[in-house]
């Protein structure tokens, strides 16, 4: 109530930020005539001298009325596009910090110029993200021609780039690039083992287009990158051909759609149970006994494949490999694989070859990740509906930004019919009567498989249409930027238009460049351009009269944020158009979370074959349901975070760490007081507190001293000594390993040393580091069960993590000073730099536990048998002698140096 009273006294938040950046437009507008008089070298000299204004004292916020007035110019005589009035706003809101909504249409590209132009000047780099290569190059290429012009460099960050043209591209004023390059290539930077190998610039600031997308909907997930395992993967093919016989009778398995989940009945387990018997795959026991833990996991992840993971929906099969399809935007996401074996089950269902599972090498989520620059902003057209979200995890504030026009598009009621068949039916019955007036029609669907059953009932029905989603992504911009000529209909899938606007009567440069294919300049091409540009004004006028772009939609998304997208796609700048979503009781939604009263009030009716029904309180009650969606997804991402920024904290303080190793010209004193703290834990393991001499274990300790420090001490006797105290053993210890240390050092050059001390620790690292992501996801995994115990999961997590690190940096203390004190280094071969670690981009890893130390063959042969007796290895086991082998652990590496566990490669049998 006193909310409301304020605002209608005060104005809303929004308007009072609207009206503050309103009143400095003017200033910017004042300035134009001064700025057209300036020629192309004076113009583009303001460069030079903002930048010496900003060295002298001046604030970025007093250069903003000139900045962008002097962009604004540049773009006017190389692009020939002036900025709006609302689009200043928009570039100051985009400066501040905060999240510009302006919807479909409005220029965001043109926008994003203001304030990337004015924060470049501080020579810091700004960084602009997409949500796609295509946008990123796109974008990129557009937009340089006024940085160019105006003295600035431009890079883009896109798939396939080698590490020195990425050093190069983040090195410019201005970076476009992909989130998920960008995250990734923070994961890779933090894998480097020298500086100048690292290709990213410290954080300063970023723009974020389609904010909603990459900071809300694909938020879910994290980046994560893995790297190969020697594991086999035969069990998943011998598994699904069990569960695919099983899943033929649904009382095997219970489905829960809204969770997402599906376990086996009692019925289902005994079947099962019984069936992988008699293949051999459980030879004694039960399927939940311990023995066939790693069988039950392959069970679950298949039946999770078969049941919940739809062909054309979920993934799709495209030259022998399963591609992920967005859920949110509909695009084939390359390269990324589902976790845990989820995608090496779906990989065994579609016959295609099974790919090895893989282990997490480097993690973060989008949050987090964003979170570290200082300086964070967004843009969309549709943000307000998430805008408590932006607020609690990014501290981000959504402004909404006037549109330059009014918006006249008519957006009708939804139709909800009984059946997907009568739907259909009636969206074909809808384009045909548009088709009939030569309005465009834009068909949005949620999924491949419903763009290509639209397809087929419009092909049967003689209506020419063009088909776009996942599989036809690269003919993207051509089919979008045409779907406003007269008649046309394109049926998409979520993804689009994204980035591409359309305009009524076609895009008159595509068509003039599809005419000149290769060779788009030149005279001719200059007249057949002007002629198709006249073609084009008679055609939008045409489709103007036919009531403009119609949008349909055949569905509502889980998100009504994404339904606006759809709708955003006509109406703009102020042309006329109209949405109208079709549905039936048998839409996923609807069935899912749509309330029973819905079908119920429906039933009541007595609604017939092919009849709809269209009222208000439809659409309230779909409102509804889709609210109970995203607050769902919305504890979900912030359940993701919570969790994550347990690991962030310890992520921060290891890269930091990690970055002050590679910086470090020597790391002596360090490895010094490693190997002092290993040697205090030693001897106060073994003579605890206030313990008599008979207590102590001198025993343990003699062994620990010969494993660790390789010294034969003897510890033992000491221990038998009168009067000998723990001060006089640990001095005792210290000093002969600092002898030794010493020694060793002199024997192998102190630079050398250096060079092996620095190389192993960073591996060491690396491995801790790996082996702790590894036990953090399994605590994970676990965690909830705390709950039935009443204790808070998150708070258990957050003590048991803490406790996993300090004995994660014990374990590097410990690794560290045994190899740097048992490696032997052959006289004159050189010390080879470490191999980079073979890693493949993944959304979500299979992580898997294996031999984390390093490998002999990281320094080839001038690593030799002096790793006898090193954790991984039994005391007496020689690489250079196979009569030792056997003595190896099945799960460490084998010594001969193939990289491949003991038990998969000599151990074999």
């Keep these: 109530m006193f909310s409301r009273l304020a605002a209608a006294i005060f104005g809303t938040s929004n308007e009072r930020v609207l009206k503050r950046h309103k009143a400095r437009v003017p200033a910017i507008n004042a300035l134009e005539p001064a700025m057209q008089a300036l020629s192309d070298a004076d113009l583009a000299n303001q460069t030079v001298l903002f930048r010496e204004r900003l060295a002298k004292g001046e604030t970025l916020d007093d250069l903003l009325p000139e900045a962008f007035a002097t962009v604004r110019e540049a773009s006017r005589r190389v692009l020939g596009m002036r900025h709006f009035d609302v ?11 905060r999240i510009a909504e302006m919807k479909t249409g409005e220029g965001k590209t043109l926008v994003a110029t203001l304030p990337v132009y004015l924060n470049a000047l501080a020579g810091k780099g700004v960084h602009v993200v997409t949500v796609n290569d295509y946008l990123a190059t796109r974008d990129a290429d557009w937009m340089a021609q006024i940085y160019g012009f105006l003295g600035m460099t431009t890079g883009k960050i896109v798939y396939g780039l080698v590490d020195q043209e990425r050093h190069a591209a983040y090195h410019c004023d201005i970076t476009y690039g992909t989130n998920n390059e960008f995250g990734f290539d923070y994961l890779r930077d933090n894998m480097k083992y020298r500086q100048d190998e690292m290709v990213q610039r410290d954080f300063f600031y970023a723009i974020v287009d389609e904010v909603d997308s990459i900071l809300v909907d694909e938020a879910r997930t994290p980046l994560i990158i893995s790297g190969p395992t020697d594991e086999t993967s035969e069990l998943y093919n011998t598994v699904d051909a069990v569960v695919k016989e099983l899943v033929k009778d649904p009382t095997t398995f219970d489905k829960d759609e809204k969770q997402k989940t599906v376990s086996l009945t009692e019925e289902g387990t005994e079947t099962i149970e019984q ?12 399927l939940y006994d311990a023995p066939n833990v790693s069988v039950v996991h392959h069970v679950s992840q298949s039946l999770r494949a078969h049941v919940l993971f739809s062909r054309d929906v979920d993934y799709m099969v495209r030259q022998g490999k399963i591609i992920i399809i967005d ?127 639209i397809s087929e009932l419009l092909t049967k029905k003689g209506i020419p249409h063009k088909v776009l989603n996942a599989r036809h992504h690269d003919q993207e911009a051509g089919i979008v930027a045409q779907a406003g000529r007269p008649g046309a209909v394109t049926i998409a899938t979520n993804m689009a238009g994204r980035g591409t606007d359309i305009k009524l009567g076609g895009n008159a440069e595509m068509l003039a460049a599809a005419v000149f294919a290769g060779e788009p300049e030149g005279p001719e091409f200059e007249r057949t351009l002007a002629d198709i540009k006249a073609e084009v004004a008679v055609s939008a006028e045409k489709v103007k009269l036919a009531g403009g772009l119609f949008v349909i939609g055949t569905e509502r998304h889980e998100s009504r944020r994404i339904d606006n997208q759809l709708r955003g796609r006509s109406g703009r700048q102020g042309d006329p158009g109209g949405s109208r979503f079709f549905l039936s009781l048998e839409d996923d939604l609807m069935r899912i979370f749509g309330s029973d009263r819905m079908g119920g009030m429906l039933t009541k009716l007595g609604l017939k074959e092919g009849e709809a029904i269209v009222h208000p309180w439809i659409n309230k009650a779909l409102e509804k349901a889709q609210k109970k969606v995203e607050a769902r997804n919305f504890d979900t991402r912030k359940n993701l975070l919570k969790y994550d920024d347990v690991m962030n904290d310890q992520r921060k303080e290891v890269y930091a760490q990690r970055r002050a190793f590679m910086a470090a010209d020597s790391l002596a004193e360090t490895v010094a007081e490693m190997r002092r703290e290993v040697i205090r834990d030693m001897v106060d393991r073994a003579i605890p507190d206030n313990a008599y001499a008979e207590q102590w274990d001198m025993v343990g300790l003699q ?64 491995a801790v580091w790996k082996e702790h992501l590894l036990a953090l996801d399994h605590l994970r995994q676990g965690i909830g069960l705390r709950a039935y115990g009443q204790r808070d999961p998150l708070n258990e997590y957050k003590s048991e993590a803490f406790l996993l690190f300090n ?5 590097l203390r410990e690794r560290t000073t045994q190899w740097i004190m048992r490696i032997d280094l052959m006289p004159d071969q050189p010390l080879p730099e470490p191999e980079p670690v073979r890693v493949t981009d993944m959304r979500h890893p299979n992580p898997d536990g294996s031999d984390p130390l390093p490998d002999a063959r990281e320094y080839g042969a001038a690593v030799t048998a002096a790793s006898a007796g090193v954790e991984g290895y039994s005391v007496g086991v020689d690489p250079m002698d196979p009569t030792t082998w056997n003595r190896t652990p099945r799960n460490a590496a084998c010594p001969c140096g193939s990289g491949k566990k003991y038990k998969h490669c000599h151990g074999k049998g």
């Design 87 to 97: 689009q200043m706003i928009g570039g100051m809101v985009l400066h501040e910090g």
């Design 275 to 286: 069936t992988l018997r008699d293949t051999g795959i459980i030879e004694a026991g039960g």
């Design 327 to 453: 859920e949110f935007t509909g695009r084939a996401m390359e390269g990324r694989r589902y976790s845990d074996g989820l995608h090496q089950a779906l990989e065994a269902k579609e016959h295609v070859a099974v790919q090895p599972e893989n282990q997490t090498l480097a993690s973060i989520t989008f949050q987090n990740y964003f979170r570290l620059f200082p300086k964070l902003a967004g843009m969309t057209g549709t943000a307000a509906t998430e805008a408590d979200e932006f607020a609690e995890i990014y501290k981000l504030e959504v402004v909404e930004i006037p549109t330059n026009v009014p918006v006249t598009r008519k957006d009708e009621d939804d139709e909800v019919y009984r059946s997907a068949g009568e739907k259909y039916e009636a969206v074909a019955i809808l384009i045909e009567e548009c088709r009939a007036r030569d309005q465009p029609v834009l068909v949005g669907t949620t999924s491949i498989e419903k763009s290509e059953l």
């Design 703 to 766: 062994k620990k001293v010969s494993d660790l420090l390789g010294l034969e001490l003897p510890v033992e006797e000491w221990g038998r000594e009168e009067g000998i105290d723990e001060v006089a053993v640990h001095e005792r210890i210290e000093q002969a390993a600092e002898t030794r240390a010493a020694q060793r050092a002199a024997d192998f050059g102190p630079e050398r040393m250096r060079q092996v001390e620095k190389a192993l620790l960073l591996q060491i690292f690396d």
């Design 807 to 811: 004995n994660m940096l014990g374990d």
